[in-house]
């Protein structure tokens, strides 16, 4: 069962929509015989009008009261305004979810649906993803959740939620994996020519560039610094350039960005290693050079533990599509 927001589906929205219905709702008979049963509940009735700009509303011949029963309940998202103003989601969905799940379904949220399954409760005391962008406002609202921003998804068991966009797929792919075994979901994943299992987790994608607030003292000094990361930068020299101590920049920089100097550095260089990556085609010796992390193993350990691959990996997902000048001909 796929829940679908009868109050008007923006269109952004559609993707996590479709990734169930295109892994579970076209029968594969050459794969698996029988396959999925796939149905999509409307949490009420349909309206005509959608209060997105861009959105839609689905006719659907389910309801909410059909979730009980379903082996397998699918929440794709939840409305923006349910995310990022608070408003509260419909009660008749949350006790749905509720009922389903004391039925016996296994339940799954892919991006923002994980705070219709943390509003149900049923991610307390589990550890569960959600797109980068919105974690952060998931641990806020549900401390009892274990956010991890790092992964992709996680499989809790009975329990599954996923990262936004794409790693709807992964999550569906791994469903699949799960319930029909390993060669059935690469002969799927193949069909639909996307990698059966990506390296890495949503780290790779999180933007560790620093907060526009950097504050208006600093803003001069870490502007220096983001231009000198080749340089063996310590918290002594980001402190003596702003002419403060090593305690007062300490206490500023984590105001400001959220972060401590050390991390704060690191995130730069990283950041500059990314670029790197992305837009030359520099061995990854060089690499580290320029961006301060020193030698390519010291990079490819940074790397694994902060990205969750290797630099190589990285480039490899993040192709450079901008060619490098030519030089004229003699």
């Not at 996307?194 to 001069?220: E, K, M, N, W, Y």
């Not at 231009?227 to 063996?232: G, R």
Request: charge should be negative.
């Amino acid at each position: 069962m796929v829940v679908v927001e009868d109050i008007g589906v923006p269109s952004w929205d559609l993707y996590e929509l479709s990734i169930p219905c295109t892994i579970f709702g076209k029968p594969q008979p050459d794969l698996s015989d029988p396959w999925y049963d796939l149905r999509l509940c409307s949490t009420g009735e349909p309206q005509d009008g959608s209060p997105h700009g861009t959105g839609l509303s689905l006719r659907t011949p389910y309801g909410l009261d059909d979730l009980v029963g379903a082996d397998t309940v699918i929440v794709p998202s939840v409305p923006d305004p349910c995310v990022d103003e608070g408003q509260p989601l419909p009660p008749a969905l949350i006790t749905a979810l509720r009922r389903a799940y004391d039925a016996g379904a296994r339940m799954v949220s892919l991006c923002t649906g994980a705070f219709a399954l943390a509003e149900a409760g049923l991610l307390d005391g589990r550890r569960a993803t959600a797109h980068w962008m919105h974690t952060a406002q998931l641990a806020e609202r549900y401390p009892k959740v274990q956010v991890d921003d790092s992964v992709l998804y996680v499989d809790d068991g009975d329990v599954l939620t996923s990262a936004g966009l794409t790693a709807g797929l992964d999550l569906c792919l791994h469903l699949v994996r799960r319930d029909l075994g390993a060669h059935v979901a690469n002969q799927l994943a193949r069909r639909m020519v996307v990698p059966a299992h990506r390296p890495g987790g949503q780290a790779q994608f999180i933007d560790l560039s620093v907060p526009t607030t950097d504050g208006g003292s600093l803003a001069p000094v870490l502007e220096w610094a983001r231009t000198h990361l080749d340089q063996p930068l310590t918290v002594e020299d980001l402190a003596r350039r702003a002419a403060m101590s090593p305690r007062t920049l300490h206490r500023r920089l984590q105001a400001a960005t959220g972060t401590t100097p050390l991390q704060w550095l690191l995130n730069q260089r990283l950041g500059r290693a990314q670029s790197l990556l992305e837009s030359t085609d520099l061995p990854i010796e060089k690499v580290g050079e320029l961006s301060g992390l020193g030698t390519a193993n010291n990079l490819r350990h940074h790397f694994l533990k902060q990205i969750g691959v290797s630099p190589s990996d990285y480039r490899r997902a993040f192709p450079r599509t901008t060619p490098e000048p030519t030089r004229p001909a003699d």
